[in-house]
């Protein structure tokens, strides 16, 4: 796939002014998905409440300064994008999952600018992550790694938020944090909307009461190829190392369903069934969507197998689901480029594809009880 040059500021630039101006004032088998890039021009307008006592540092405009001086404290704000459309339900609507604050976090990941692994942008990413994890009062693990790549070894680091249940089961949820290594792409949609849903989700397991399966929330790095062309050898780095390092431990065996969300933000979105996921866990979240209501997005269209995250632990015998909308975004020609930028994103879908996972996590915490 040829370069792409730019033709404006970088996104994550743009996206850190947005921030600090409302804070401080107011896979498809991979070679199928290397489809041309396509330009859109759209505005963002991003309205915050303020709801937190902690002063927030304001990022350089210039993000790959941004590095020493942006600040890991998350927003605890509500914010909202033009157009009713793509508003978030209340919270009290979606099972208590907030889309609005979900956004909220996907543009504070934006804000970093391109954090692809290994990069000290990434490490403040990082930083970021375990912050708010902590805040929610969640257990959190790091696995720091090496991963030998096409470019070398490549220092890598897997965020692991753990809920404890009562027995010994676990259910865990999957999303990846880094950046594709292309100029100025700060992945909003891709990396970042599935982060930001994490993040909220951990918001709201994390103080759950004690239930029957332990919940996992794993923040992946490495999930992209390092070079253009994705190959087995390089690609999602983290989650293979998540599943030999759960194999030797022997915790892999406690695992009874995988659910990764990977690309669940985009306005008008629809995730479709995708192939390679097994077939009862996928039925059982389709069926959740479809009785919350949400039929027109968890679609009952079959999607060809993706490579992703998922394939690790499908591998080793463990069930699991892949929730990605990537064929839309790839014929509007946002994906991988300069253009998967902030004003793509929906609160809304957000909070449908939130309040599907945490009601899924329940069936799952029924059917494994």
Not at 185 to 192: H, L, N, P, T, Y
Request: proline share 5%; glycine share 8%.
């Amino acid at each position: 796939m040829s370069s792409i040059q730019p033709t404006r500021e970088g996104a994550g630039t743009l996206a850190a002014e947005f921030v600090d101006a409302i804070w401080s004032g107011t896979r498809l088998s991979q070679a199928t998905k290397r489809l041309p890039a396509g330009v859109a021009v759209l505005a963002s307008f991003l309205m915050f409440s303020c709801g937190s006592d902690k002063a927030h540092t304001s990022s350089p405009a210039n993000p790959a300064a941004a590095h020493s001086a942006t600040s890991v404290s998350g927003p605890q704000v509500s914010p909202v994008t033009a157009g009713a459309a793509n508003a978030a339900p209340p919270a009290s609507q979606t099972g208590g999952f907030d889309g609005a604050r979900a956004y909220g976090y996907v543009a504070k990941l934006v804000s970093f600018g391109p954090h692809p692994p290994a990069s000290a942008a990434i490490q403040n990413v990082q930083k970021y992550i375990r912050s708010q994890l902590e805040g929610f009062g969640c257990s959190v693990d790091e696995d720091d790694f090496h991963a030998q790549t096409p470019i070398g070894t490549l220092a890598m680091k897997n965020i692991v938020a753990k809920v404890p249940g009562a027995g010994r089961g676990i259910i865990l949820l999957l999303t990846h944090y880094d950046t594709k290594r292309v100029a100025s792409f700060v992945g909003a949609e891709d990396g970042g909307s599935s982060t930001g849903l994490m993040l909220e989700m951990a918001r709201l397991v994390c103080k759950d009461k004690k239930q029957p399966n332990s919940v996992w929330i794993a923040f992946l790095d490495g999930e992209e190829a390092q070079l253009d062309q994705w190959s087995d050898a390089d690609s999602v780095y983290g989650s293979r190392e998540l599943a030999a390092r759960l194999a030797v431990s022997g915790d892999l065996k406690r695992v009874r369903a995988v659910i990764l969300a990977d690309m669940v933000g985009q306005k008008n979105l629809h995730i479709s069934r995708e192939s390679n996921s097994t077939k009862w866990l996928t039925d059982l979240v389709w069926k959740t969507a479809a009785r919350l209501g949400y039929k027109d997005v968890f679609v009952p269209r079959e999607l060809e197998a993706i490579d992703d995250d998922h394939l690790p632990f499908l591998h080793r015998g463990v069930p699991a689901v892949d929730l990605i909308d990537l064929a839309d975004y790839q014929a509007m020609g946002y994906w991988h480029t300069p253009e998967d930028t902030l004003d793509k994103i929906s609160p809304r879908s957000l909070a449908i594809v939130g309040h599907v996972i945490l009601e899924s996590v329940k069936e799952l915490q029924a059917k494994f009880r």
